[in-house]
């Protein structure tokens, strides 16, 4: 069997514009693909590698060490039954079409589908605007019965976030053997339970949440998600106390304890309720899972050598880890979030946000969703992050399509699948 190469591939970043600039990502990206064309093809490769050093919205610093700081529990559930190889798309004359490169065929998991809710997002989302594009039984997580040789054909042809090209056979298979207790093949418990509905607060760390005292709110629901820099200590009228589910890749984790480390950002959620959930875009996600639940330290890649303790705490349980589907990733850039990048000669190195892969998780696995933090189309009354110490403008990447997202929380919000925070005079 050939394997790609266990080389390390970083999620993809660009730079972000500023002042004028930053009205129109469109602007950048033509620039930077005349650059890139009038490159030779050595300078390209280098370019582009260079591109790819970079985490969601911040800047990575190649020189700094990679992963050394100085600074509810989820009932047991039956496991399912082993995802079916793939699946063709629904409806397919009403989805757009995708280009081959980009593979628009899944795997098969029939997890929730049988939500006992009798208003869920699954029960409602088909009479919507969204319902041709949404796929019912598309896996959200992956777990130990998705360690085959089969599904690692399929899914090697994929690189980054959305595939397993970049992550060696022996690699992938330890590490997704950890995951093979019954919660690793759910994240929130939305199954039959006396018609009773999950509600589900998802957090994103925007500042509009400043001032907004929405805390009590977002911690009265039954799981709260927040994601990268996930400051809670000072903030909690305002943004909460609980955390049920981090989500991260291990590239934004390290970049967020760098950015906001004097911000209080010392590390990730660290309590019993919390779970971690791994949006993997490179081997080192699949490596720090290994170390978390071997309890070792990590044995090869950037990290090598790194406490995965010095990020979870010391209760390192196998349900405490959760791991999402390249599936999942690939199949939200393919119908929700398909942006104008993905015609440029950057579409490698694009992919949704941690923030609205984490908010699109939870409409796939929750009864009923809120969003907190997100952004909105009056963002520029506000700073970046609700934890930041001054005003800071909101900054735009080429790697992610944040005004598209924000216009499909808008069209989310009309059609009746979530709530969205708009501000106190909104609310």
Not at 53 to 81: E, I, K, M, W, Y
Not at 217 to 233: P, Q, S
Not at 259 to 287: K, N
Not at 315 to 340: A, E
Request: proline letters at 8%; one cysteine or more; charged letters at 20%.
């Amino acid at each position: 069997m050939r394997r790609p190469p266990g080389g390390c591939c970083c999620p993809p970043a660009l730079a972000p514009c500023s002042g004028r600039c930053a009205r129109s990502t469109g602007l950048a990206l033509a620039l930077l693909t005349v650059l890139l064309l009038l490159l030779p093809p050595p300078a390209q490769r280098s370019l582009l590698l260079q591109l790819s050093r970079a985490g969601d919205r911040t800047p990575l610093h190649p020189s700094q060490p990679p992963l050394s700081f100085r600074n509810p529990v989820h009932p047991r559930v039956t496991t399912t039954a082993a995802p079916e190889r793939v699946t063709q798309v629904a409806r397919p004359s009403l989805v757009p079409s995708v280009p081959p490169d980009l593979g628009d065929t899944y795997g098969q998991d029939e997890t929730y589908s049988s939500s006992g809710c009798p208003n869920s997002i699954r029960k409602r989302i088909g009479a919507t605007r969204f319902g041709a594009i949404f796929l019912p039984t598309i896996p959200v997580l992956q777990w130990a019965r998705h360690a085959r040789e089969d599904e690692y054909q399929r899914l090697c042809q994929y690189g980054g976030a959305h595939g397993w090209k970049d992550v060696r056979w022996d690699v992938l298979k330890s590490a997704l053997s950890f995951l093979n207790a019954s919660s690793s093949a759910l994240l929130a418990d939305s199954r039959p339970r006396a018609a009773r509905c999950t509600r589900c607060a998802v957090v994103g760390n925007g500042g509009i949440l400043r001032g907004s005292g929405m805390g009590a709110t977002i911690d009265a629901h039954d799981y709260v998600f927040r994601v990268n820099g996930a400051i809670t200590e000072g903030f909690e009228r305002d943004v909460g106390s609980r955390t049920s589910f981090y989500v991260f890749s291990t590239n934004t984790m390290v970049n967020a304890l760098r950015s906001y480390a004097d911000d209080g950002f010392q590390h990730p959620p660290q309590t019993p309720e919390t779970c971690y959930v791994f949006l993997p875009d490179h081997d080192r996600d699949y490596l720090l899972l290994r170390a978390a639940l071997s309890r070792q330290r990590v044995d090869s890649g950037r990290d090598e050598g790194v406490h995965p303790q010095e990020f979870f705490g010391e209760d390192l349980q196998v349900g405490k880890f959760r791991m999402l589907h390249p599936d999942f990733i690939r199949y939200l850039r393919n119908r929700f979030l398909r942006s104008h990048i993905l015609a440029t000669p950057f579409w490698p190195l694009y992919r949704p946000s941690t923030g609205a892969v984490m908010l699109l998780a939870a409409i796939h696995t929750c009864d009923q969703v809120s969003a907190f933090g997100f952004m909105t189309p009056g963002y520029q009354a506000y700073s970046d992050h609700y934890f930041d110490r001054g005003h800071k403008k909101v900054q735009f990447f080429v790697n992610h399509d944040l005004r598209m997202e924000m216009r499909l929380w808008q069209r989310l919000q009309s059609s009746g699948i979530l709530w969205l925070y708009s501000g106190p005079e909104k609310t």
